[in-house]
């Protein structure tokens, strides 16, 4: 099946900083790619979505200043936390969709990533 | 705006029971039903899929129905195994957005041997 990885499984990081998360597709093209967020025992929360070639779709209450997202290519997007602070830790997972085919509507997900702003 | 409802939100069963999950969805538009299943600190797997055009699906000891009428659609896990124990989420995808998947609160399943 398709494989999505993420990039660093688990980050620390001092309160201010920025750190940048990576998804990639590893066996196929994904013109749309998601970000999500979970909290403990929680759901998924649905962040943006991410367009290659085109600005980031943001969820009602998601600061696009905060969280930057690039879709560079159609195998890669990058979610940068910028100004880190305590209340951005969090489980951050990616999905991407695979392009191919009509009415493909399949999503695989990223290992996710760990994020403990000290 | 759209909401997918899940229910129970834990479930606890004796291995060889089965499982009902159920999921209710707002968008009379969705047409496409993912049931995913998360083991803790790893990512949610897709575990079967349903479309607006089938009432019923089933693969092995898994198996969803749908009703679109109702707006509900349900996951079913017949003679479950400890393995099977996890967070189960159901989601729904709409026409807008990207498409984009609305996920439930998820359901804790634990099966006890």
């Known amino acids: 099946g398709a494989v999505v990885s993420q990039h660093p499984s688990r980050v620390i990081c001092k309160s201010g900083t920025s750190v940048k998360i990576e998804c990639r597709s590893l066996?196929?093209?994904?013109?749309?790619m998601f970000w999500y967020r979970q909290f403990p025992k929680q759901s998924l929360m649905l962040m943006a979505t991410?367009?290659?070639?085109?600005?980031?779709?943001?969820e009602q209450g998601v600061e696009k200043d905060k969280f930057l997202i690039n879709h560079a290519s159609l195998t890669l997007s990058t979610l940068t936390v910028t100004s880190a602070h305590p209340e951005d830790s969090s489980f951050y997972i990616c999905?991407?969709?695979?392009?191919?085919?009509?009415?493909?509507?399949?999503?695989?997900f990223g290992p996710g990533t760990r994020l403990l702003v000290l | 705006g759209e909401n997918v409802e899940q229910h129970p939100s834990t479930l606890s069963v004796q291995e060889g029971d089965s499982a009902v999950i159920k999921c209710t969805y707002s968008?009379?538009?969705?047409?496409?039903f993912p049931w995913y299943k998360q083991e803790l600190g790893k990512r949610p797997q897709l575990i079967i899929d349903?479309?607006?055009?089938?009432g019923e699906k089933k693969d092995q000891r898994i198996a969803v129905t749908l009703n679109k009428t109702a707006k509900h659609f349900s996951l079913h896990i017949t003679e479950t195994q400890p393995e099977d124990s996890a967070v189960y989420f159901c989601a729904a995808r709409g026409l807008r957005g990207y498409n984009k998947l609305i996920f439930g609160a998820g359901t804790r399943l634990a099966v006890h041997p």
């Open positions: 968008d009379s538009a969705s047409n496409y």
């Open positions: 066996d196929f093209q994904a013109t749309t």
């Open positions: 991410s367009n290659e070639g085109s600005k980031a779709t943001y």
């Open positions: 349903i479309r607006s055009n089938v």
């Open positions: 999905s991407a969709r695979d392009r191919a085919g009509l009415g493909q509507e399949t999503q695989y």
